[in-house]
Structures are given as structure tokens and as C-alpha cells.
């Protein structure tokens, strides 16, 4: 049975199990001081934001990082999730209207929620800064679930745990035979906004990059598909709880409240009555 690909709640289902997999600590959200942070990296090249989906302190904060970048002048471009790969905002003036800007990227409200990223979105367009999509584009996902190259991309240990993380993301609903495919359209994705990154790169300034948590952990995700010159530093933001393994994955772990409790394995079961 072929499932479509995972709206984006279930999207986030599937990150908080990629996290499970890691571990996680009881310790609660810790003071700290994003900026002083920011101002103690030397200049990246490219500086990925992950998130988790339904946290809007998340969107918040990358908002933040977007103004205080470019309010520095430090901002090369904003390279998003949340919109495909060939999108852009290029050509359009810093007071360029909302419409213009969701037209430019094909923006998913469905998908996307543009009360939620529309102010990360606008903070960047705002500041003259381009924005673009990375995204792999959805007439490619057939193609890149097929594609059995994606198999040997990481160490073989690292791609189980993109396949655990898809089965776990997916409540055990998918059969064992769709576990590959679907883990291969994770670095997929992966390969296009990093393809994004080198696009938009510009020395003596710092592209952004607004993804999953699943998609910029260092030893899964977009950095394994820069080239090693290439300049990173990784953030991931946690909502309520600190994940100590995941500290490996990032050069800081920004912390923000926890979020009410959510069932999303009740919701996928819902969808996919006849799944299993």
C-alpha cells in the first residue's frame, strides 16, 4: 500500500521520534542568552535554525535571529523548508506586500500556516534580504523514494536510525517495504535545502536556514551534505525538555517552554484507519 506523503503534524510526529531515539532528561528549560551566543560565533557561512513545527516561541525565535542578522548586515538570504526548491523572493522591493511574497514562494498555507512563518518570512524581505525555498519539490519525490543512492549516503548506522525514526514517526503503520523509500525522501529533502545553502552562499556573510530538527542534526541531515569549507553552526530549539543526545548534533540547544501533551500517533491512527 502506497501512503501519501505526512502533513505536517505528522511531520512533527515523525522529528519527536527521531529525537526519542536519542534519548531524552527531565531538566527544565535553562536560563540563556541566544544573542551573546550568536555574538561569540565567528561569522558562519551557513547557520541552521531547527525547530519543532507546532512551537510558535520556535518561529519566534528564528524570527529574532533573522531581524538581529540582518539588522548587523551579517544576512546573505533565508533558505526555508517551508517553501521548494527554485522559489525565491529575488527582484522584489524590501516593502513588497505579503501577497507577493506567498506568490513568489508558492507558499502551502495547508501545509505551512502563514501566521506562523509569515513574520520570519517578512522580517527577511523587510531587510532587502532574499528569500528562498529548499524544499525538494513535490514532482521529485517519486523519483528520489526510488532512488537507491540515498541508501549509502550516511554510515550504515545513521541511516537505521532514519529508518527507526520514520517507522516510530509513523506509529508502526507503515509496512516494513515503505521504510526505505520514505527515509530516502528525508535526504532528499536534506540534499535540496543544502543545495539551497551553496546557492545563496556569500562571503563575509551567514545564510539561514529554517528547517525540522530532524533536518539539521549534524551527523543526519543538511551538514552532511555541505562541503567541508563550508563554514556551520547548528541550533536546535527544544520545547520543555532538554535531549542530551541531540547535543551532539548541534553547537547550542535553545530551550523554550513545553508544550501542552499531544497524542499525534491518535491522529495518524485516525487518518490511516485501514493502514494496519
Partial sequence: MLLSPLPRALRL???????????????????????????????????????????????????????????QGRLAALVLEMAELGTRTDGLPAGAAESEVRAALHWNDAAWPWAQYGPVVMAAVAAGVPVRGGNLPR??????????????????????????????????????DRLAPMARIQLARDASMAQALREARQPGHTVVLVAGLGHVQRSLGVPTWLPPDMKQKVAIAQAGKAQPAIELEADHIHLTPALPPRDHCVELRARWPGAR
Fill in 13 to 71: 510526529a515523525a522529528c519527536l521520534a527521531a529525537l526519542l531515539l536519542l534519548g531524552c532528561a527531565s531538566a527544565p528549560p535553562a536560563p540563556q542568552d541566544w544573542p551573546a551566543q550568536l555574538a561569540r560565533w565567528p561569522q558562519p557561512d551557513v547557520l541552521l535554525l531547527g525547530e519543532q513545527h507546532d512551537a510558535s516561541e520556535h518561529q519566534r525565535w528564528q524570527e529574532d535571529t533573522v531581524r538581529r542578522l540582518a539588522g
Fill in 139 to 176: 514532482a521529485r519525490m517519486r523519483e528520489a523514494m526510488q532512488d537507491t543512492r540515498y541508501d549509502t549516503h550516511l554510515p550504515p548506522p545513521a541511516w537505521q536510525r532514519q529508518r527507526t525514526a520514520i517507522a516510530e514517526g509513523h506509529c508502526g503503520l507503515l509496512p516494513e
